[in-house]
């Protein structure tokens, strides 16, 4: 009994023994299988991120899509630059043209205040003499024959009109009718108190003399002569028309209102600002007009006939001199207009769609020519060299890029 019983024993912790064993094996094997678990884990997360990076057939649709799309806003975006550097340089020349002119102006106001302050104090110097008051009273006496004359000092701007007064006025003191016709139609400065201008002449284009050519009738009729500081030299004649001469040959000459102004410039341009606000501008070199309405249209005429009309609102007009006419949008369709009647348009896609007049039609794409004929036939060529044609009557007929006949419903 003994003896079994210690068998047992030994058998007993064989068996926790062969246990230990097994449960250490089953845990290494264990710790094995989840490292290799592991690993195939990373590798199937990584494959999975690799995977995702490759956009499928929708997504790349999606992205060819958009491709196409940032194209088209990129072209457009050109189209816009281009505009808006071209109205930029225009309006950038416009402003360096009015800041030279009003920089004139201004010189210009410099000068005739010098000279109406010289006159106002040459004025006090005559009317402390017995001669001014014979001055006075003829100029009344006249005032009476022709109520339009008026001298008073407030509006006298230059010594010039003083001497006139006394060879008008204090030699001939009994003949007024001859002393009206020297009063001046229009002043050269303005009245110290705000008082208005004397009436001007009608507005009209004035052709003034050459200055190389002076004649006694125009010393005559020129009321005054200016000489600036700058070499400027400025005519005012008794119409109220002014000429001024640049030092470099340009000739400017305004109005009697001052609405109508023609500027001839030393190299052969001509400017002419016109009494409706029209502005023209002929350039020599290249013998084109130049054309600005008040609305914000601009016309140019090229000297090989063709004309263009620039719109406010982005539009431009080309007129050929085959009288083809061409509009270009602002949102960068085009149309042609041939003189045979033929329509071609374009659209931002790049579209194009032909009309002729025969009544065919044309639509030109990226993918297909398609050609309809006014029986309804349709003909349409892809870009393989396939053409598919459908008859009105139903049939069907396809070819290849060689001619032969892959399809056709009548066979």
Not at 46 to 71: G, H, M, N, S
Not at 240 to 245: D, P, V
Not at 378 to 406: A, F
Request: aromatic share 8%; net charge positive.
């Amino acid at each position: 009994m003994i003896t079994w019983f210690g068998h047992f024993r030994k058998e007993i912790a064989d068996f926790e023994q062969q246990k230990a064993k097994e449960l250490a094996r089953i845990e290494e094997f264990k710790k094995e299988e989840m490292r290799k678990l592991q690993k195939e884990r990373k590798v199937f997360e990584k494959y999975t991120t690799a995977a995702r990076t490759f956009p499928d057939k929708k997504e790349r649709e999606e992205i060819q899509a958009l491709k196409q799309q940032v194209a088209d806003l990129q072209e457009d975006l050109k189209r816009k630059e281009a505009k808006w550097s071209s109205t930029h340089s225009r309006l950038r020349c416009q402003i360096e043209m009015l800041v030279k002119e009003n920089t004139d102006l201004r010189e210009e106001i410099k000068v005739m205040e010098r000279f109406r302050i010289d006159a106002w104090k040459k004025a006090e110097a005559i009317e402390s003499s017995p001669k001014a008051y014979q001055c006075m009273t003829a100029t009344k006496n006249d005032e009476s024959v022709n109520p339009s004359i008026r001298f008073q000092k407030s509006h006298i701007s230059s010594g010039t009109q003083v001497e006139k007064c006394k060879k008008n006025y204090l030699p001939t003191r009994g003949n007024p009718s001859q002393r009206s016709k020297s009063v001046p139609v229009r002043d050269l400065g303005s009245s110290d108190k705000g008082q208005a201008a004397l009436p001007r002449e009608p507005l009209e284009l004035v052709n003034f003399p050459d200055s190389e050519y002076k004649t006694k009738e125009e010393k005559e009729e020129i009321q005054g002569e200016i000489n600036h500081p700058d070499g400027k030299v400025e005519k005012v004649y008794k119409n109220g028309c002014r000429l001024i001469l640049f030092p470099n040959g340009t000739r400017k000459e305004v109005s009697a209102d001052g609405k109508s102004v023609t500027v001839n410039f030393f190299n052969g341009d001509v400017k002419q600002v016109m009494p409706d606000e029209r502005v023209i501008y002929y350039y020599a070199a290249a013998q084109t007009t130049h054309t600005t309405y008040p609305e914000g249209l601009e016309v140019l005429h090229f000297s090989s006939g063709q004309i263009e009309k620039h719109f406010p609102d982005g539009r431009k007009e080309i007129t050929f001199p085959d009288q083809t006419i061409k509009n270009l949008f602002a949102d960068g369709q085009e149309e042609s207009i041939f003189p045979d009647g033929t329509v071609v348009r374009v659209q931002r896609d790049g579209n194009k769609i032909i009309e002729f007049n025969n009544g065919q039609r044309e639509l030109h794409t990226s993918q297909f020519k398609r050609r309809e004929y006014p029986d309804g036939t349709v003909k349409t060529v892809y870009t393989n060299g396939h053409q598919e044609t459908k008859y009105t009557s139903g049939r069907v007929r396809v070819k290849d890029k060689d001619g032969n006949v892959l399809m056709d419903t009548d066979l």
